[in-house]
């Protein structure tokens, strides 16, 4: 019989289906995080504090040193393998590689995303470039007085009670100070997005879609995106409030080697031995935590 395929062809078919597949997954980075390419196996990011207020200049400038803070990102290699026998591959069964194939791409593309949605569940433990957790009730900061607070707790799930915990978390949000003593977003944030399980997806598509709610005019219509994301399962009563606007986002996306497709096939020692082709993608980023201004986290247990 003779083969449908050879070697080089098909690493480069399949290569080809990967990367089709792999760009066809959408990628919730570029709506969360700010996006930043690493040049080494860790970035240290000091500019989450911010820069003084201007002053009046009087004789000399007056020089106001940063805040003492600091925060480390590390790159994970991040790895997805899977065998294919030979004899599948001569049989013809090219039709069902290709699947394995994109599910490898889809599975590799949701990776980041799973990341994302974990680095959100987290913040309630997980510290931040303050040391304290992302989402917590002890954020301090210079040129404020007191503690500032991203973690609420809210009031229900109808969408009455939904439409009034929204409203004061974009209170919250906008009520933020910054190290000098400004309002932290300035005149308001540009772009917003609610991130919420599947539970809670119907109740904001109305919140934030209908003209009215309970006989009432809903001027929270259009204000926020919504990100409906079936890995929120721990709690399906918590949601998330989060600023997209500029470089302003709540986490980090750090990309240090972008994905790659690579094979081994004919003339290795797997295929002479085992007759067992190997396919498998890699890539090397971390995802962390950006300025916990940036985020709301409203919880309802």
């Known amino acids: 019989m003779s083969l449908t395929y050879s070697s080089t062809s098909l690493e480069k078919g399949l290569r080809t289906v990967f990367l089709d597949a792999f760009q066809a997954e959408g990628s919730l980075a570029d709506k969360l995080c700010y996006v930043v390419d690493s040049a080494s196996n860790n970035e240290k990011y000091e500019w989450l504090g911010e820069s003084p207020q201007m002053s009046e200049l009087k004789g000399e400038r007056h020089i106001t040193a940063l805040s003492d803070t600091g925060y480390t990102l590390t790159n994970t290699v991040y790895t997805s393998t899977i065998a294919i026998r030979r004899t599948d591959l001569d049989d013809n069964q090219t039709g069902s590689i290709r699947q394995r194939i994109q599910q490898l791409a889809s599975t590799a593309s949701g990776h980041v995303n799973k990341l994302l949605i974990t680095a959100l569940v987290d913040g309630t433990s997980d510290s931040g470039h303050d040391s304290t957790a992302f989402f917590g009730n002890s954020h301090t900061a210079r040129g404020s007085s007191g503690t500032q607070d991203n973690l609420l707790a809210g009031t229900g799930t109808t969408a009455s009670a939904v439409a009034t915990d929204l409203n004061s978390a974009m209170s919250s949000l906008m009520g933020f100070l910054a190290e000098n003593g400004e309002p932290y977003h300035g005149d308001g944030p540009s772009d917003l997005a609610v991130v919420c399980p599947p539970a809670l997806a119907k109740v904001f598509r109305e919140v934030l879609g209908a003209s009215m709610i309970s006989n009432t005019s809903n001027m ?82």
């Open 220 to 301: 929270q219509s259009g204000m926020a995106d919504l990100i409906v994301s079936p890995r929120l399962t721990g709690d399906a009563n918590d949601w998330y409030l989060v600023n997209t606007g500029g470089g302003r986002k709540p986490l980090i996306f750090q990309q240090r080697d972008p994905i790659e497709f690579s094979a081994l096939e004919t003339n290795t020692e797997s295929s002479f031995l085992r007759e067992v082709y190997y396919y498998g993608c890699r890539s090397r980023y971390a995802v962390g935590y950006g300025h916990w201004a940036n985020g709301i986290k409203m919880v309802k247990s």
